[in-house]
């Protein structure tokens, strides 16, 4: 499928189709999951366009020209695949993505790996983006990279002298400037990031964040307040950056969850675990998603409330990422003994198991009759750039009548703060009191609380947020730029604390 000039070509690291070979010897393009590709899939079937990316493989791999195209026409747009070898992806993607900018940015710098190394292999692969985005758009095309692992592809198409417009949305938190000022490589990422022509960041806290680092680093860059979109001038080029909180399609979540098929799936949830509440957590194995603490907190609830034992359940799936980095599996032995030691000490024989753990991904059909079983959604990253699944379980709780705990330190939250009970995960009483709290809530707030989280979220649904993004880009008249989702975008009041 080939694009037409004038369209929308999203960058990102994966494809929004993973390449694995069969048992035959054959490859298949299998449709990928994870945050990115759940918010954008919608959004370009709808538009049309162009997706650049990696397939996720390998040097092994051989022409996969022909599963691109195919893959192309089933998913109505097309594709374009950048060919890396295995050393890149482990300097580039293991390396500089994972160990120095994903915990850096989600302020865990004792975890970072600076290898400059890492570095070289961010630069070059960035730079291979940048030959196949150049080679796959026209001038007219606006360009739309995501995330930060491709945070140098602006900077490399104006070296190859490509003037598209060309926008970034960073799907992570923007660091605090003490956090940031620890990166080796700062001047050149800030620099680079402002060869763009917008950057979009998920909260008012992240903009702050990443306008204080170009305002305290780049001495010769100039920021303008002008609304809800600032800009920042440096050797000569304009910067739009603006906070834009990414959703979820809401009404396919809720239409899906209004099927025969989830309420049924839901139904047996409780049957196999019957009179108690329960709780659901699901996040990807990172150590940035609190699951010990949250453990530890599930713990502490039914130590200090031995009234709530047997009446209350914790499933908590762990879906299967980054294996191959020793901090993951580090982790997944930590919530396994966990959970070993909590059902340990208060499983009952042939009766009650306090949690219920998976490690494995759940089908859409699944996680949706997860999602709508759940009494109590117990969602308490360290920190997070918008975190969907808070978004999703609202959409699919159309009955109303359940209870959201969420991080404060997720972006989802200051959307979600005044519907959800909003807690610190670093504090394990905190999280046990609001389980208690949740458990004890009456049928009367529990809907007023999820309506409210229903309409706002609603109201600012994915296609909301490509409207916003791509309006800020393009629009000439930026004071009559719209308000956007609540209260986000208000700069110098609300930073995004919801306490
Ligand atoms: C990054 C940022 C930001 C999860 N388990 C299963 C499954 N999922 C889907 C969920 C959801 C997505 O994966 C997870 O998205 P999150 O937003 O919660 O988290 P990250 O993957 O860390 O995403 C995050 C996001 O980018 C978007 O900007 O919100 O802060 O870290 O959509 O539904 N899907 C299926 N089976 C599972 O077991 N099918």
Not at 118 to 125: G, I, K, L
Not at 276 to 292: A, E, H, Q, V
Not at 454 to 476: G, M, N, P, Q, Y
Request: aromatic share 10%.
């Amino acid at each position: 499928m080939q694009a037409k000039r004038g369209q929308l070509v999203v960058v990102s690291n994966r494809l929004p189709f993973a390449f694995r070979r069969e048992p035959s010897g054959r490859w298949r393009a299998l449709p990928g999951a994870g945050g990115l590709v759940t918010a954008l899939l919608p959004v370009l079937r709808h538009r049309g366009g162009t997706w650049i990316g990696w397939p996720g493989a390998s040097e092994s791999m051989p022409d996969l020209s022909q599963e691109l195209a195919a893959a192309s026409e089933d998913a109505g747009y097309a594709l374009r695949g950048v060919a890396l070898t295995a050393e890149e992806v482990r300097g580039f993607y293991e390396g500089f993505a994972n160990e120095v900018i994903w915990p850096l940015f989600h302020d865990l710098q004792s975890l970072c790996n600076f290898d400059p190394g890492y570095w070289q292999a961010y630069c070059t692969v960035n730079r291979k983006f940048a030959y196949v985005v150049r080679e796959a758009s026209s001038q007219e095309d606006f360009i739309w990279v995501h995330d930060y692992h491709l945070m140098n592809v602006a900077a490399e198409l104006r070296r190859l002298d490509v003037a598209s417009r060309i926008g970034f949305f960073l799907h992570i938190p923007f660091p605090p400037l003490d956090i940031f000022l620890k990166l080796p490589w700062r001047m050149q990422l800030l620099e680079a990031l402002l060869e763009y022509d917008l950057v979009g960041l998920q909260t008012v806290r992240d903009r702050h964040n990443f306008t204080q680092c170009v305002r305290a680093l780049l001495k010769d860059a100039r920021i303008e307040g002008r609304g809800q979109v600032l800009l920042a001038t440096h050797r000569g080029r304009t910067t739009r950056i603006g906070a834009f909180p990414i959703s979820i399609d809401y009404n396919a979540f809720m239409r899906q969850a209004a099927s025969a098929e989830v309420a049924a799936g839901a139904r047996e949830l409780h049957a196999l675990l019957p009179k108690r509440k329960l709780i659901l957590g699901i996040d990807r194995l990172d150590y940035t998603k609190g699951i010990p603490l949250r453990l530890k907190a599930f713990q502490n609830v039914l130590e200090r409330y031995p009234e709530l034992r047997e009446r209350i359940s914790l499933i908590q799936v762990v879906v299967p990422s980054r294996e191959d980095i020793a901090e993951y599996r580090g982790l997944k032995s930590e919530i396994e003994q966990l959970t070993g030691k909590i059902n340990g000490s208060f499983a009952r024989p042939g009766g009650w198991v306090p949690v219920w753990y998976a490690y494995r991904s759940l089908s859409r059909m699944e996680l949706l009759a997860y999602y709508r079983a759940a009494d109590i959604a117990l969602i308490t990253p360290l920190k997070d750039g918008m975190n969907l699944v808070a978004k999703e379980y609202c959409a699919c709780s159309i009955e109303e009548d359940c209870v959201l705990i969420l991080s404060e330190f997720a972006g989802a939250a200051v959307q979600l703060a005044k519907g959800a009970l909003l807690v610190n995960p670093y504090d394990i009483e905190g999280v046990a009191d609001a389980i208690r709290l949740a458990y004890q809530m009456d049928a009367a707030e529990r809907r007023a609380r999820m309506r409210r989280l229903r309409r706002s979220v609603r109201e600012h649904d994915v296609f909301w947020w490509v409207d916003a993004f791509l309006r800020a880009a393009i629009t000439k008249d930026l004071d009559a730029f719209p308000i956007a989702a609540d209260h986000h975008v208000v700069e110098g009041v609300d930073f995004g604390l919801p306490v």
